[in-house]
């Protein structure tokens, strides 16, 4: 079906025939997938192609399941031992001379984690990926070590996790699985997937979908009381794992993976606001971990680990941050480059935005990049818009950063000022989330775009109301469009920081005053943002937590969080705090 | 002590340069004998000991040695913190080491960074500190007020993308003036300051206060004179993301008119000079 130019071959072992897809030179190293329950090898189609221009990429149906056949009896025939059985002579066959690059979803990962711990394969395996799916046998450890010392928090971790697990218990009970699943749920499945998982649809899943269902219900009667009851302990990974755990899973909980170091030494964790089936939803993000990960155990150096917060979630992906030149845009544009993101800089100032570009790399962003553009300028913008998607990709997180400061009573507000500010604080914003929401929704594969707000957007002030009301406007947008984006599993974020110490101050505009009295009042102000001295990378600090928390509004510095508090609780205080004439 | 050194300058500067080198020598000594697992006392008193072999007695400061984030000042909230931990080295780490020993009666105030292998972050921080040096000598010779040249630096900062760590030390100095020390069989210390320093520190600062300006070279208003001849230790220190670098040396400024003559570097034979000519 998907697997465009496969070249196919069976497999025979133990009593099946194993039908095995292949894509790709098998001169480059070969990355094996495995799928998991209830699925087939064409779960993986769209990450085997988006894999197979750089590797020898092999799929098989797991016995029972697509077009492999099923052993006989079904009772015992679907053991861990068997399937390692299987895998070993899978990889005997593709791939003789060299070891191989294990991937494992679901139920695939969960036999994955029996070939990379037992011995017999040692040698076998390069690395191994695993997506939603544990180890039987550190499950069991797991529960174990909370039915032995249940503090609440444990017996918490343990209780939520049962109650992920109901089709476990389900499809332990006799010949009930199958008559649904060969009836009204095989019928139903595609659209469930569709609606509950966001699973896009077309021509997956396949028509073997009640068979492989039914089968497999004896991959979970024929292993899980066992190895749960009596987990093996000596289950220590012989090869790198990298783990994948979508955060938004619905059958595993991330509390899980807590102590897998213990079991795999050498674990690089990944994360992602994702629900289940990623290799469908997520295909771009899972080929491309896959890939880096791959490239990083077969090039023999250990990969330059990023150290930075959230590193787990943001490695490899695409961020661009609008006025990245100076202040809070340059915090973030290197705080997404310690957590080893790829970064587009982003201001009017070329200079200062090549100068970003180049710390970025310095502190880890494995690519980064400088464009400069006006965000005010459409025309700008598009051209920057098109030339990203040409050269860089698709955006995995956008921040809308860029603005300028206006200062001066409403009736000394020229309407040249006005545009101005309008331009830069919200036009900005406008052009940013159109040209590169757009795109980012057209992938259909999430995404987060992050605009910095100001606590000015609910503090009313006499002093602000151009920047006020263009803050507010940004506001408003952010929450909009986080209503409209959501069924994408688009996330966005307004962030309104308070009093930051940045050059906001030293290119802010006052008006109603001549041009001595305002570089006085500049100076003035810079002096006192700089007492203040709330320092911009804890506001990067604080946009990456909401993006990794998908934040609605993030108020950054304790003003902002406080005035937050009382724009719902006590609005009428606010306004008498507007009244306020600040003395510059 | 201050008016000393316009009327007998070069012999007088002779002895600072001597100091100053051996100061020099010392971080270059012991930073080679550095590895993985030294910790920061070790490092200090490693310093101390080979100046004191060298017959250095008496003591501006006490050595110094921040290693890891700590060369950033990561979290410094009192200044006790400046104080050598028991940080240990790691490969890759960036160390500063950072001394002031008194030699002859001639105090030298140092700075030197490096690090434990390679860390290309310290690598640019070095490299971006040439622009510093070559703008406060500018502008002292300009004769501009410190606390705008302060300010000038601090802006280079910004535009380069790093902090101003310097920030960090007591009253936030990038400066503060050193002087010949009387030398005494008892040379007890304060808080890691030797108290002879001090003693002619706060003779400075009370002049100073009474004639409007002051041996600290701060942002503060106390600051907004232009800059007043004797030996200033200036110490711009950047940090950049949980890693620090600085250079600390001794910048001559005299009541001379001829701009050249007015300030210069006590000594341009130093690691951090030689290593920019290098890479030219």
Not at chain 1, 51 to 75: E, I, K, N, Q, W
Not at chain 1, 381 to 398: H, N, P
Not at chain 1, 557 to 576: D, K, M, N, Q
Request: hydrophobic share 40%; aromatic share 8%; with cysteine.
């Amino acid at each position: 079906m998907t697997l465009k130019g496969a070249r196919e071959r069976w497999v025979r072992t133990g009593g099946v025939e194993l039908c095995v897809a292949e894509l790709g030179d098998p001169e480059q190293p070969t990355v094996v997938l495995v799928h998991g329950y209830p699925d087939s090898k064409e779960v993986w189609s769209e990450v085997a192609a988006r894999l197979a221009d750089r590797f020898h990429v092999v799929l098989y149906d797991v016995r029972g399941h697509g077009r492999s056949t099923a052993p006989r009896p079904l009772r015992g025939g679907f053991t861990l031992a068997k399937l390692t059985d299987d895998f070993l002579a899978v990889v005997d066959a593709v791939s003789p001379d060299r070891p191989v690059h294990l991937v494992g979803h679901d139920w695939g990962s969960v036999q994955s984690w029996e070939f990379v711990t037992v011995g017999r394969t040692e040698g076998r395996i390069a690395s191994f990926t695993s997506i939603s799916g544990p180890s039987l046998d550190h499950f069991g450890h797991w529960i174990n070590a909370r039915v032995k010392r249940p503090t609440p928090r444990r017996v918490g971790q343990l209780l939520g996790q049962g109650a992920k697990s109901w089709y476990v218990y389900l499809l332990h009970t006799p010949a009930l699985p199958e008559l649904a699943w060969r009836g009204p749920l095989g019928k139903r499945w595609p659209k469930i997937l569709e609606r509950v998982e966001r699973v896009p649809g077309g021509d997956y899943p396949t028509s073997s979908l009640p068979s492989d269902a039914a089968h497999g219900a004896w991959l979970y009667r024929d292993n899980v009381r066992a190895r749960l009851s009596r987990p093996r302990p000596d289950a220590f990974a012989h090869a790198p794992v990298q783990l994948i755990t979508p955060q938004g899973d619905a059958f595993l909980s991330e509390r899980l993976y807590d102590d897998l170091d213990r079991w795999a030494p050498r674990l690089t964790r990944r994360t992602l606001p994702a629900k289940h089936w990623i290799p469908r939803t997520r295909p771009d993000q899972v080929a491309s971990w896959i890939e880096a990960f791959v490239t990083s155990v077969d090039g023999g150096r250990p990969a330059a680990v990023p150290t930075g917060r959230h590193a787990d979630r943001f490695a490899g992906q695409l961020v661009l941050v609008t006025g990245a030149g100076s202040g809070i845009g340059r915090a973030t544009a290197f705080a997404f480059a310690e957590a080893g993101a790829r970064v587009i800089a982003v201001d009017r100032d070329a200079e200062a935005a090549a100068r970003t570009a180049e710390l970025s790399r310095l502190v880890g962003a494995p690519e980064a990049w400088a464009e400069p553009a006006d965000v005010s300028d459409e025309q700008a913008m598009e051209k920057l818009a098109e030339k990203v998607d040409r050269e860089y990709g698709v955006l995995d997180v956008l921040v809308n950063n860029a603005g300028i400061g206006l200062s001066g009573s409403f009736f000394a507000t020229t309407a040249d000022d006005w545009r101005r500010v309008l331009d830069v604080n919200l036009w900005g914003v406008i052009h940013g989330c159109r040209l590169f929401g757009a795109r980012m929704a057209e992938r259909g594969q999430g995404g987060h775009i992050v605009n910095i707000a100001s606590a000015a957007a609910y503090q009313p002030s006499r002093a602000l109301p151009a920047y006020s009301t263009s803050k507010a406007a940004v506001l408003m947008l952010s929450e909009c469009l986080r209503a409209e984006l959501a069924s994408q599993d688009i996330g966005v974020t307004a962030v309104c920081p308070g009093f930051v110490n940045t050059n906001i101050t030293s290119t802010a505009r006052f008006t109603g005053v001549d041009a001595a009295e305002e570089r006085r009042r500049r100076q003035r102000t810079a002096r006192l943002y700089g007492l203040r001295n709330y320092p911009p990378e804890k506001v990067a600090d604080a946009i990456l937590d909401a993006v990794t928390r998908n934040t609605a509004v993030a108020p950054v510095t304790p003003e902002a969080r406080g005035a937050h508090v009382l724009s719902r609780f006590a609005p009428g205080l606010l306004r008498r705090i507007a009244r306020v004439e600040p003395r510059l | 002590m201050t008016t000393a050194v316009s009327s007998e300058l070069p012999v007088e500067l002779q002895g600072f340069r001597r100091v100053q080198r051996l100061a020099y020598e010392c971080a270059e000594a012991v930073a080679a004998r550095l590895e993985p697992g030294v910790t920061e006392r070790e490092a200090a008193r490693m310093q101390r000991e080979w100046l004191r072999e060298r017959g250095v007695r008496d003591w501006f400061h006490l050595p110094f040695a921040w290693f890891g984030d700590r060369t950033a000042f990561v979290d410094f909230r009192i200044p006790l913190q400046f104080f050598p931990t028991d940080r240990a080295l790691e490969p890759g780490m960036p160390f500063i080491l950072d001394m002031a020993p008194v030699y002859e009666g001639h105090t030298a105030d140092i700075g030197y960074s490096g690090s434990l292998g390679v860390n290309p972050v310290q690598d640019r921080l070095m490299a971006d500190l040439e622009a510093h040096r070559e703008l406060i000598l500018r502008e002292v010779r300009e004769r501009r007020p410190l606390r705008e040249i302060y300010q000038d630096v601090d802006r280079l900062m910004v535009r380069q993308g790093y902090a101003n760590r310097h920030r960090a030390y007591p009253f936030g100095v990038i400066a503060h003036k050193v002087d010949r020390v009387k030398q005494r069989r008892w040379s007890p210390h304060l808080f890691g300051f030797g108290t002879q320093s001090l003693k002619g520190l706060a003779a400075d600062a009370l002049h100073g206060h009474r004639e409007g300006w002051s041996p600290l070279w701060s942002p503060y208003r106390f600051s907004d004179h232009p800059p007043r001849p004797g030996l200033w230790a200036v110490e711009p220190h950047l940090g950049f993301r949980g890693t620090g670098a600085k250079f600390e040396e001794i910048l001559v400024v005299t009541d001379s008119r001829d701009p050249a003559e007015s300030a210069f570097w006590l000594d341009d034979d130093l690691p951090h000079v030689r290593r920019w000519a290098e890479e030219k």
